[in-house]
């Protein structure tokens, strides 16, 4: 699968957007974008995935580079409990295994 | 969203002992299951796919002797961690895939974890 490269960590003020960042330039047209995350001794999280055009969900949206080369996971208000790591993972739709690889994810501080 | 539970959540157990991890599918059938290793301050790292009435895929660097997977049912894959020792001692996390239709097939649903301390 191909590689994605995240910042290790971001800070973030309660209450406001948060926009995690995700370069994935060696993506190939058959790659779904993906994004987990996952809260102190727990397990993942799934919380959006795209292939082209841009997504929304109740967690979060999903802004997709037209060269689809980065990404971006949107939080649109953030709150103490949105305080993880964000995995952006990178998944071939042509292949039949749907096996996730995790790298380091974004560690996100979210301040009071 | 779809559950998926794991039983136990924290075992502690002497070296040299078989420690068995279950991982459910609460309110979907898997075909599809993954376990998953992580040691503190490190990323998930995957271990094995367990697919429904055959034989795991290991992956490369695994012990399919020493991590013995077994997907019984549709709802059910377990994880045998034999002859453990104090080195094997990590956070075992698994997942599953709800083989649905169009956008669910690609989520991946999460287990909470079981943490394993090797005395």
């Known amino acids: 699968d191909a590689k994605t490269t995240q910042p290790n960590s971001m800070e973030s003020n309660e209450e406001e957007p948060v926009h995690l960042p995700c370069n994935h330039s060696t993506i190939s047209g058959t790659d779904y974008i993906h994004w987990y995350r996952q809260l102190p001794s727990q397990g993942p999280e799934y919380v959006i995935h795209g292939l082209t055009s841009n997504v929304n969900n109740r967690m979060a949206s999903l802004a997709i580079a037209e060269d689809r080369k980065s990404s971006t996971l949107i939080l649109h208000r953030a709150t103490l409990r949105d305080a993880a790591v964000y995995y952006c993972?990178?998944?071939?739709?042509?292949?039949?295994?749907?096996?996730?690889?995790f790298g380091k994810g974004t560690l996100l501080t979210v301040n009071p | 969203g779809a559950v998926v539970s794991q039983h136990p959540s924290r075992v502690i157990c002497k070296s040299g002992t078989s420690v068995k991890i279950e991982c459910r599918s609460l309110d979907f059938q898997a075909t599809t299951m993954f376990w998953y290793r992580q040691f503190p301050k490190k990323s998930l790292m995957l271990m094995a796919t367990?697919?429904?009435?055959?034989?795991?895929?290991?992956e490369q660097g695994v012990e399919k002797d020493k991590f013995l997977i077994n997907h019984a049912s549709l709802t059910l894959s377990t994880l045998t961690v034999t002859s453990a020792h104090p080195e094997d001692s990590s956070f075992y996390i698994c997942?599953?895939?709800?083989?649905?239709?169009?956008?669910?097939?690609?989520?991946?649903?999460f287990g909470p974890g079981t943490r394993l301390l090797v005395l």
């Open positions: 367990s697919n429904e009435g055959s034989k795991a895929t290991y």
């Open positions: 997942s599953a895939r709800d083989p649905g239709q169009g956008a669910i097939q690609e989520t991946q649903y």
């Open positions: 993972i990178l998944r071939d739709s042509g292949g039949s295994n749907y096996k996730l690889t």
